[in-house]
């Protein structure tokens, strides 16, 4: 049961353009959405996060927007640079404590072109 | 200063061996988990550790066997190797209680490991 589904699997922007990653969740306890960003041949970093008791959280060219009925929310890049090429991860996690954890979705490759 | 490290960064092995992945973190954070990546990039919890205590084990087989000595190492032996294990391997660290129960994830920059 993939519990977050993350779309595209690939995108394409040209330097200046919005990226737009789209992630839809299942488990409505969920309560916490981090982005996550990896380059290739790195770990992943955290990107961003939201809670669910705000619709928007924006952090200079990323913002996350949240739609708590929709049970979705996406990533928006503005100013698309080729610096921002690399696998980005929507999660999603429930509750805190020692067994907290992050289910992830499977990845978006995003490619953009100078 | 590298907060979460990973040896060996690459580990190429034989079918039926037996290898182990170590990591170390310096955050001085009190858990510690392992994510399995596969070639299509999909990252999969595998186990976490909290204060040397085993607190998810997410149906891994058992011939994959996490040991922390302490709170600042997790490592992963893994037995009798097959085909399929072949991914890349991260560790990864949090605090518990620091982000109100959102606590961000620290991690290694992963053990690449190609069974043939």
């Known amino acids: 049961q993939q519990q977050v589904k993350q779309s595209p699997q690939s995108l394409i922007v040209q330097k200046g353009g919005i990226s737009i990653i789209n992630c839809a969740y299942e488990?409505?306890?969920?309560?916490?959405f981090p982005w996550y960003q990896q380059f290739p041949g790195k770990g992943p970093a955290l990107l961003i996060a939201?809670?669910?008791?705000?619709s928007e959280k924006k952090e200079g060219r990323f913002t996350i927007s949240f739609n708590k009925s929709a049970k979705q929310f996406s990533l928006h890049i503005m100013d698309s640079q080729p610096g921002d090429s690399a696998t980005y991860f929507c999660?999603?996690?429930?509750?805190?404590?020692?067994?907290?954890?992050?289910?992830f979705g499977k990845g978006t490759l995003l490619t953009v072109n100078p | 200063d590298t907060a979460v490290s990973q040896t060996p960064k690459y580990l190429v092995t034989q079918m039926g061996n037996d290898k182990s992945i170590k990591c170390e973190q310096n955050?001085?954070?009190?858990?510690m988990y392992w994510y399995k990546q596969d070639s299509k990039k999909f990252l999969k919890i595998m186990f976490s550790?909290?204060?040397?205590?085993?607190?998810i084990n997410e149906t891994v087989p058992n011939r994959f066997s996490p040991k922390s000595p302490d709170k600042a190492h997790l490592n992963l032996h893994i037995n009798s190797l097959e085909l399929g294990d072949s991914a890349v391997y991260f560790c990864?660290?949090?605090?518990?209680?620091?982000?109100?129960?959102?606590?961000?994830?620290?991690f290694g920059p992963g053990t690449r490991l190609l069974v043939l």
């Open positions: 550790y909290n204060n040397k205590e085993l607190i």
């Open positions: 990864a660290s949090s605090q518990v209680g620091s982000g109100g129960g959102r606590e961000t994830q620290y």
């Open positions: 939201i809670r669910p008791d705000v």
């Open positions: 488990n409505t306890a969920f309560d916490y």
């Open positions: 999660a999603a996690s429930k509750g805190g404590g020692s067994n907290y954890k992050l289910t």
């Open positions: 955050l001085g954070h009190d858990t």
